[in-house]
């Protein structure tokens, strides 16, 4: 197993695709937009609720999903379609808490290395196929396949086998296995408490093996599982049709459909514009009039911290940036506070460490990097660069370019002036290659932000593992890697959060990365929409089953 | 007195024992009741600890039950168990196995053994039994709570809760009870002991008191215990002893007194009775409405009727043959104005009549107040028997003195007669003598004759018929006799005549002559330039009659007055008497002429004089003469 994949995973964050969905987020960090937690505007009033599927839910959707295929998925968009039409063996609740998916029971080993789980019965695809074993087995075995990139993949390294089929040597995975019809067992090769955890991600969800295997690409145009919803159709640039699957086996879903539709390039103004004018039933709030906008009414305003942390990020293997003396001084010299107001009003949490709230390890006594550019100059003096003298230019990577950004941007110019540094900015807005240039450690310094598919503290922490493969930082340190694999494998709730804050105060003191903020779930939604439960880990993981339209 | 006492020890008992009872009844039915609540409370308690923490654990154990993490299990148990009276804390698996167990590590994967296990094994919603720990044999109970995760039973947690410390808790609180009623009896008994004595002293002095005040000894005091109750009790009752004393010897007092009155009473009126039982008038007494309340003997004697015959009944009717009483009863009951000394006939019950006097007075109480009216019947038989009998020795003596007079009278001219008859003989022819004879004997003779005359006059039998007579004009004709002397004299006469006087029933002639004979001494009487006076009139008396107020009491006066030399007081006595005269030509026969005429109409003549100034003769008569007066005056 290689040391820094594990049990938990980081949404977008699991793959070289985890720039892309950095792209979606900083957007929507800009824009507003955020991730929220349990049952922020659930109304459970059963006045007027139809007993019928009835209604049509329309949302906005950022930017256009590159496929609806789970495994494949790697941003915020399609994952918001997927979450609806596919189901996992097992999901989280809004409490974060795991609860039984597609498989209604399963047993493990004391040991923790096998793992049966036992499927409910009569579930079907939408195409009408019933659901067995066997497509279990081919969907984890998929994510594991090379050739499907997913970003997933390293979370069920510790599968039997996982190794052996990744590098070819074997065609099948051994340690998955259908017993019967209904059961499958998951064999692990070293013992890992919470492994069904990692059965909840979004990646992990089970597809009809008939259809992906015959045509994989047009699976991901035109899915087919066993959620809620079904999908109906996807005009390009347009819009994704998805009509209520009457038979899913939690109960019918409350509305008859939903419309997503596209929005390139997340033009929050715009959306707001469509749900002003009752074309959309949710919104991003847009930055702009922020507060008059909230203050407007009309709506109802969810709003809640979201497990994220956004930052830049140093290559800690370029000069100058391999001075840690460096790192701290830029830390020290970025007014984040007074950047938090200027980009989000306020609405966002400075980010002292790199767990967010919420999480376990989060330690609120963390001290950071105070905003002090005396001491920056004087870290940069010890340095050998007084005044900036000797330092070259510093190229700092962002994968989106607009209004927010570059006056984000001109703000960090002047921070970083004012204590001699110069900086380069350069954007690249193609997701795939911005990921792909910084899993090659092209990019200096990078805008990057990381949110929780599982609240837990190595989506975050896991990511400066020497071994983990989105390690962009190139930051190596020995004890770090020891805290957190021992961490990972630690059953005590209190001996982790011990191990997490011990690493996560080497990591602040290295400074492979310069935290800016948590993110905050702010969403606008229509006042007659009902039963909203934004669980923690975002708006993609809204139960979209619940939710119905109090509207005649 | 013993008595008493040991009746009033027996109350003090009685309190006593009655307020210890209660006490205790209380105490018990206290302590039965909040025994059992607290009990209940306690297990209670108890049960619902047992049941949050099992209820927790499973809530705990739901998450590490889905991830199969034996630690986080292990943890919990341990947490759980750690609580004083925990005995164990399990987590079974869905097989029922044991997945954590606080106390035994060496169990986990073990299927335990025994029916509270199977049973809590197979629970499917929480349960709680009762059972003894294996080890140490306490008493405990046994939480059970599956843990469901949607309907479906992954695992079930297990907690066992000692009942040690509840028991020693729930005896503890018996304890602290009993000790409680101990101490409420002794203290309630005490108390009671105290209040009892308290009440039943003052109470037995009271029974005592009273029983002496019952006896009559009166002058029973009692010490007052304090100011509460009692105290006002016993005050009370001093003030009700002294109270009885004081209105005991006012009563007896006042009996006294009644019973001096009463005989005083008593005596006035027998003494009462016996004076109108002894009197010879008659009294009779009617109440305001005219009923007879009392009839003397004297007046049952009179009337004929017995007292208990007509009391109550009307006097009208008691007085029904002589009507006029009950009229004038009824008279004065109306305008109580009395009327004293109406002269009547009373007819009796037996048709006897018999005269009587009668007034009638209204009888006034105290204050004025208005009873009735008395009626007095004075019987006037003896009193008219005694006038007839003086009346008739009056005359004989009046005879007695007619004939000395007369002999004295006669015996004068005759004397002179004889003289002169012895002296014919011899002077025969003596002419003087002769004319002296011629001049006296017939002249004496004449006065014979004269005296014999006045004499048969007086002597003449009442005339049986009266005619209708006006007293006026009769006066005048008699004046008029003596018109020559008058003019004479130069005598003044005045006339007061009485307008509408109704005529009067008399002889004409005989009154005429007594009117003359009035007026003719009344001339006599007065020299030159007198005053003569008549008057005609009603007869007002002193006795206040009222005129036409009674039918037969009209009466008409004639009074004749002069200014003459009056009448000297030893000459008042014989005035009437036939011959006396104080004049020197007077025969003394008209005065007893004119009493005898009026005599003989039923009336009266009196006189009043005052010598020098002058003399009133007044004549009264009746306008009709009364039967009686007429048979009287017939029968001589």
New interface residues.
């Given amino acids: 197993m290689t040391v820094g994949r594990g049990r938990w995973r980081v949404e977008g964050g699991g793959s070289s695709r985890s720039l892309l969905l950095l792209v979606a987020l900083f957007t929507l960090a800009v824009l507003g937009e955020a991730v929220s937690a349990p049952v922020v505007c659930a109304q459970t009033a059963a006045r007027g609720q139809p007993t019928e599927p009835a209604g049509t839910y329309r949302r906005p959707l950022g930017n256009e999903p590159a496929t609806l295929d789970p495994a494949r998925i790697a941003d915020i968009y399609g994952r918001t379609v997927a979450q609806q039409v596919f189901d996992g063996l097992?999901r989280f609740d809004h409490t974060l808490?795991?609860?039984?998916g597609l498989a209604?029971?399963w047993?493990?080993s004391?040991d923790?290395l096998t793992?049966t789980f036992t499927l409910r019965k009569g579930v079907r695809f939408h195409h009408g196929r019933e659901l067995t074993a066997d497509d279990v087995v081919f969907s984890l075995t998929r994510i594991l396949d090379p050739r499907v990139k997913s970003g997933a993949a390293d979370l069920f390294a510790s599968v039997k086998g996982a190794a052996e089929f990744r590098e070819g040597r074997a065609k099948n995975v051994t340690g998955l296995v259908a017993v019967d019809r209904r059961t499958v067992q998951i064999a692990l090769t070293e013992p890992f408490?919470?492994?069904?955890?990692v059965l909840a991600v979004g990646h992990a969800k089970i597809l009809p093996r008939d259809l992906v295997e015959r045509d994989a690409d047009r699976f991901g145009q035109a899915p087919s599982g066993t959620g809620p919803f079904r999908f109906e159709r996807w005009e390009r640039g347009k819009e994704i049709v998805l009509v209520a699957n009457r038979e899913y086996f939690g109960g019918a879903p409350q509305l008859a459909r939903i419309v997503y539709r596209i929005f390139p390039g997340e033009p929050s103004e715009t959306m707001y514009e469509e749900f002003r004018r009752g074309h959309l039933e949710d919104t991003p709030v847009p930055a702009r009039n922020y507060r008059r906008i909230i203050a407007e009414g009309g709506h109802v305003h969810v709003k809640r911290p979201m497990i994220s942390v956004r930052f830049y990020g140093f290559n800690t293997r370029v000069k100058p940036l391999d001075d840690r003396r460096v790192r701290q001084a830029l830390n020290h010299a970025l007014d984040r506070e007074g950047l938090i107001e200027d980009l989000s009003f306020g609405r966002f949490a400075l980010a002292r460490g790199i767990l967010p709230p919420g999480t376990l390890g989060f330690n609120p006594k963390l001290a950071g990097y105070a905003y002090d550019p005396a001491r920056a100059r004087q870290l940069l003096k010890e340095a050998g660069y007084p005044g900036g003298q000797g330092l070259p230019p510093i190229e700092i990577w962002a994968n989106v370019k607009n209004e927010p950004v570059l006056r984000e941007h001109e703000f960090v110019r002047r921070a970083l002036d004012a204590v001699g540094v110069r900086v380069e900015f350069r954007y690249l807005t193609d997701w795939p290659q911005y990921v792909k240039k910084l899993a090659g450690g092209e990019c200096p310094v990078f805008l990057y932000a990381l949110f929780a598919d599982v609240p837990d503290p190595d989506t975050f922490l896991g990511k400066l593992h020497s071994q983990n493969p989105q390690n962009f930082f190139g930051y190596s340190n020995h004890t770090v890697d020891q805290l957190l694999t021992e961490a990972r494998r630690e059953?005590?709730?209190v001996r982790r959060v011990e191990l997490y804050r011990r690493a996560e105060q080497l990591v602040v003191d290295d400074a492979p990365l310069l935290p800016i903020f948590h993110y905050t779930y702010d969403r606008l939604f229509q006042p007659y929409v009902k039963s909203v439960e934004v669980s923690g880990l975002g708006d993609p993981y809204i139960p979209f089953r619940k939710i119905w339209l109090d509207r005649p | 007195m013993i008595r008493l006492r040991r009746g009033f020890s027996s109350l003090q008992a009685k309190f006593l024992w009655a307020t210890v009872l209660v006490v205790f009844l209380l105490m018990s039915a206290v302590i039965v009741v909040v025994d059992h609540r607290l009990r209940v409370g306690i297990i209670e308690e108890v049960e619902r600890r047992g049941e949050v923490l099992s209820r927790n654990l499973a809530a705990l154990s739901?998450?590490p039950l889905?991830?199969?993490?034996?630690?986080?299990l292990e943890?919990n148990v341990a947490r759980i168990a750690a609580e004083h009276d925990v005995r164990y804390a399990i987590v079974l698996?869905?097989?029922g196995r044991v997945a954590a167990h606080s106390g035994h590590p060496e169990r986990?994967?073990t299927v335990l053994d025994g029916p509270v296990h199977a049973s809590a094994a197979a629970a499917v919603e929480p349960l709680m039994q009762q059972t003894v720990l294996a080890e140490t044999g306490e008493a405990a109970y046994d939480f059970a709570v599956p843990v469901l995760?949607?309907r479906?039973q992954?695992g079930t947690v297990r907690v066992g809760l000692s009942k040690r410390r509840m028991e020693a808790q729930i005896l503890r609180t018996r304890f602290q009870l009993l000790a409680l009623t101990a101490a409420t009896l002794l203290l309630g008994g005490a108390a009671a002991a105290v209040v009892a004595r308290r009440i039943a002293g003052p109470v037995r002095q009271l029974a005592e008191g009273a029983t002496a005040i019952s006896r009559g000894e009166l002058m029973q005091r009692i010490e007052p215990s304090g100011f509460d109750e009692i105290g006002a009790l016993a005050v009370a009752f001093n003030h009700m002893a002294a109270q009885l004393f004081q209105q005991r010897t006012e009563l007896e007092d006042a009996n006294h007194e009644l019973r001096r009155r009463f005989d005083e009473l008593e005596d006035v009126k027998r003494y009462t009775e016996n004076i109108l039982a002894s009197l010879t008038t008659g009294i009779v007494t009617v109440d305001l409405e005219g009923r007879v309340v009392t009839l003397n003997p004297a007046a049952e004697m009179l009337t004929g009727f017995f007292a208990g015959e007509v009391v109550g009944r009307y006097c009208t009717e008691l007085f029904a043959p002589t009507p006029t009483i009950g009229e004038m009863l009824m008279e004065t009951l109306a305008d109580r104005v009395p009327a004293v000394g109406v002269s009547l006939i009373l007819k009796r019950r037996s048709g006897a009549a018999l005269p009587v006097e009668v007034s009638t007075v209204p009888l006034k109480g105290g204050e004025g107040k208005d009873l009735g009216v008395v009626a007095v019947l004075r019987d006037l038989t003896l009193v008219r028997e005694l006038e007839g009998r003086l009346r008739r020795s009056d005359r004989l003596a009046a005879l007695g003195s007619l004939a000395a007079g007369l002999a004295h009278e006669i015996k004068n001219p005759l004397t002179s007669v004889l003289t002169f008859s012895r002296h014919v003989a011899r002077r025969f022819d003596d002419a003087h003598f002769r004319e002296r004879f011629q001049r006296v004997v017939p002249r004496e003779l004449e006065r014979i004759n004269g005296i014999i005359e006045r004499l048969l006059e007086l002597a003449r039998p009442v005339p049986a018929v009266f005619t209708r007579l006006r007293v006026g004009p009769l006066v005048d004709r008699a004046v008029d006799l003596f018109a020559n002397g008058i003019e004479a004299q130069g005598i003044v006469v005045r006339r007061e005549y009485a307008r509408d006087l109704p005529p009067v029933a008399a002889d004409e002639e005989s009154l005429y002559r007594a009117v003359i004979n009035v007026i003719g001494n009344a001339l006599d009487a007065m020299e030159t330039g007198g005053c003569l006076t008549l008057r005609v009139g009603w007869a007002t008396s002193a006795e206040a009659f009222r005129p036409g107020r009674t039918l037969g009491n009209h009466r008409v006066a004639i009074e004749v007055s002069d200014t003459g030399k009056g009448i000297r007081a030893e000459d008042a006595e014989r005035l009437f008497n036939p011959f006396f005269t104080t004049k020197a030509q007077g025969t003394g026969l008209g005065l007893a002429v004119t009493h005898k005429i009026v005599e003989d109409h039923g009336g009266a003549i009196d006189f009043h004089s005052v010598p020098g100034a002058g003399s009133t003769f007044r004549i009264v008569l009746p306008i009709t003469p009364t039967v009686a007066t007429a048979a009287d005056d017939a029968r001589p």
């Fill in positions: 097992v808490t795991i609860a039984p209604e029971f047993r493990a004391r923790g793992w408490v919470g492994f069904v955890n059953p005590d709730a | 739901q998450a889905l991830l199969y993490n034996f630690t986080a943890q698996d869905a097989d986990v994967g995760v949607e479906r992954w």
